[in-house]
Every structure is written in structure tokens, then in C-alpha cells.
């Protein structure tokens, strides 16, 4: 039993991004274990919707990040053996005013300029998109390359490929302290494990890893409410979002009343495959408080509405909460330490570790492997450019 508590590689964090990076660790032939402290996928990714999208993302390393993503989830539909939901449909961006319109238009422009596939659509478009959309949408855009996923059921799908190739998997292992002299050694409430590296994709817990190292690491839970709705009419087929949802993620300025801007809601609709819908989205900085809060939950039902007013007849199944594990910048932490040789970090992709979950598992095994021609860039994602910002 000595070498199932032994591996050359230690991931800890079993959520979409922990499973990436032990699907393309294992698939290169390396010796690794994932330290999950429940189950796989029961955190933040079992408690969000499946966008794999550039339709929200800033044009240049935001967006070219996302469509290397997509092309490796176009690779793994084929590669896994269990499916995941995988459906490209493309998605939308509705306007909800001409001003947000004229900033389509331009957006638009912008990606496609950086050859990105985006569409603009007016208001018949819109109708022929949905019959449910309000009369007064004036139109939006469309990004034809983003897709959907089960992120649950794509976690799974990657542990049990990654298992075929050799990953050793530990769940109900909460890690309670690492340290480092040769090797790492990380205790766990289901016994001691040692590895040359380590990878802290923990999420939102990724800071409580780092302190057990002396380190800190600036992520942020940045909580989030979904609602189910029940499938009576299909009211779209593809995910739809608000161009609004992009002034809130980069906090730019929105015309909305209080309570919508107060929550930071903005209208995301999902379609899953089973054909129930999920109905985002709001923004909080509350700690790790998890409970629902009726008010957010009031603010995203008449947000809904105002773009899909039938909905207002629409049976609500459930909701819950999930954390985003938020950086300044808002762009992820991929990189290795530098004052810790063989410690890396995999962690802060907000609202998008579904959408770039495969790129840093593919980034993290180059790192690991100490490849210097890297998949995506490696400078925007370092740790240490975080350093710069504090004074001494």
C-alpha cells in the first residue's frame, strides 16, 4: 500500500479544475493522486451552470483562453467515455436598451476584428430565436462557438478516464496541514501522503491550503444564487444572457434600478439537456455564507421576466448558492510559487473555472512537465503579479 500514499504529483481539490489537471497529469504518464475532502464535484462545481463561452470574455488573453478551452472540450467529447451533456449550440447576449446595443454592435466589431465568431442580431432575429422574448429587446449578438456541458457528470467524466490512465483517487480526505523538506507531506483525516509537487486547485479554499504553507493567496468567495425552473414550454434552446451581465462581472456601468444593481443580478438562462432550465445570476461578497437570501431570489425572478415575461407563470423547483473564487484582476491563478519549488496553484476563476477548467489542467501539466512552449500564455496567470501591488 506504500505507493498509493506516495505520488509524484499531488492534486488537492476534486472540483472541475482538479479533475482537468488530473485527467492531463495522468494522461502524460505521471504518478499522481487527487485529495478530495468530499466528494467529487460537491462544491462550487456542482452548484453552477455549464457555459463553456467567450461571449463574456474581455477580446484578446481573456478570450483566447476561452476558445483553447473549447477546442480541448471539443477533443474530450470524443476522448471520454462517459458522456457529459455536451451540446454546441452557440450563445446569446441580449440588449435590453439601444445603449447597451451600440455596445453590442461594438463588441461585436471588437471580436470579430480578434476572428472570433460573433453575430449580431436584431429583433426579428430575437423572435425567431424565442417567441418568449419581450416585444421591446431591440436585438443582441451571438457567439457560434460556445457550448454547454454538464459540469457534474464532466468532473466524473474525467476522473474515470484519468483512473484508465493511472490517477489514484482519494475522497472524504480533508487536508489538514502540508508541510515541505525534500517532499511535500500532507496529512489528511484519511492518513499522511507524500509528493514531490503539489497543485492546489481548492477554489474558493485554495487560501486555507496556502496558509498551511505560510502563504497568501488573494481569492475571494464571491457567492453566487441559481434557481431550477421546471420544464413546461421549451423557452429557448441555447443559453441566453443579458449584455448587462458583462457590465456587472467587470463592473463597468449598468442603467438598472437599485435592488438589481444593489445584488448584482443579471439575466443568465440555461436549458439543460433534461430540458428544466437554470436561471441566474447574482454577485455577493458575504464570506462563506451559503443560506438563500429571498430578496436575490425576487431581484433575478423579475429580471427574468422583464426579458421573458410569459415566465412569470413558470413553476420554480429549487435554488441554491454556490462561491466563485474571485481575483482582482479577475483572471485565474495558474502558476507555480516561486519562494515554494514543486507548489502550484490552479485557483480564482470566478465565474469561469467551467469555461477554462480544461486549458488549466492542459497548462498545469505543460508547467509541470516543464514545457516552455505552453498552450496559452503563462505571464498573465502568475502568481507573483500580485506582489507588485503591495508596498512596503
Known amino acids: ?164 490512465y493511472g490517477l489514484k483517487l482519494q475522497t472524504h480526505a480533508e487536508v489538514t496541514a502540508i508541510t515541505k523538506k525534500e517532499a511535500f507531506t500532507i496529512e489528511t483525516t484519511k492518513g499522511t501522503f507524500t509528493a514531490k509537487k503539489v497543485v492546489n486547485a481548492a477554489g474558493v479554499w485554495a487560501p486555507f491550503i496556502g496558509k498551511m504553507l505560510d502563504l497568501d493567496i488573494p481569492i475571494i468567495p464571491r457567492k453566487g444564487h441559481i434557481m431550477v425552473g421546471a420544464r413546461q414550454q421549451p423557452v429557448m434552446m441555447r443559453n441566453v444572457m443579458e449584455f448587462g451581465y458583462l457590465m456587472n462581472k467587470f463592473g463597468r456601468e449598468r442603467i438598472v434600478d437599485e435592488r438589481t444593481e444593489k445584488h448584482g443580478v443579471a439575466l443568465v438562462l440555461e436549458p439543460t439537456e433534461s430540458q428544466n432550465f437554470l436561471i441566474g445570476s447574482s454577485r455577493q461578497f458575504v464570506g462563506y455564507d451559503g443560506r438563500i437570501d429571498i430578496n436575490v431570489l425576487e431581484t433575478m425572478a423579475n429580471r427574468v421576466t422583464r426579458f421573458f415575461p410569459a415566465m412569470a407563470d413558470f413553476t420554480m423547483i429549487r435554488a441554491y448558492t454556490g462561491f466563485r473564487p474571485w481575483t482582482a484582476d479577475h483572471l485565474p491563478i495558474v502558476s507555480e510559487v516561486e519562494e515554494i519549488p514543486g507548489f502550484y496553484i490552479a485557483a480564482g476563476h470566478e465565474g469561469d473555472g467551467i469555461s477554462l477548467a480544461t486549458v488549466t489542467g492542459k497548462l498545469i501539466d505543460q508547467l509541470i512537465r516543464e514545457e516552455t512552449d505552453t498552450i496559452i500564455p503563462v505571464a498573465p496567470l502568475r502568481f507573483n503579479r500580485f506582489r507588485s501591488s503591495v508596498t512596503h
Not at 53 to 75: A, H, R, Y
Not at 124 to 135: C, H, I, Q, T, V
Open 1 to 164: 500500500m506504500a505507493n498509493e500514499k506516495h505520488a509524484e504529483v499531488a492534486i488537492i481539490g476534486g472540483g472541475i479544475v482538479g479533475c482537468a489537471i488530473a485527467y492531463y497529469v495522468a494522461k502524460s504518464g505521471i504518478d499522481c493522486v487527487l485529495i478530495e475532502k468530499d466528494d467529487i464535484a460537491s462544491g462550487t462545481s456542482s452548484r453552477c451552470d455549464g457555459n463553456v463561452t467567450i461571449v463574456d470574455k474581455d477580446p484578446g488573453f481573456d478570450s483566447l483562453m476561452s476558445l483553447k478551452s473549447q477546442e480541448l472540450t471539443v477533443e474530450l467529447n470524443e476522448e471520454l467515455d462517459l458522456s457529459f451533456e455536451y451540446r454546441a449550440l452557440g450563445s446569446l447576449l441580449v440588449c435590453e436598451n439601444d445603449t447597451e446595443m451600440q455596445a453590442a454592435k461594438e463588441w461585436v466589431d471588437i471580436q470579430n476584428a480578434a476572428g472570433l465568431k460573433f453575430n449580431l442580431l436584431d429583433r426579428s432575429d430575437l423572435r425567431d430565436e424565442s417567441p418568449y422574448f419581450a416585444d421591446d429587446i431591440p436585438g443582441g449578438l451571438e457567439c457560434e462557438t460556445d457550448s454547454l456541458i454538464n459540469p457534474y457528470l464532466f468532473c466524473y467524466s474525467l476522473i474515470e478516464k484519468a483512473k484508465q
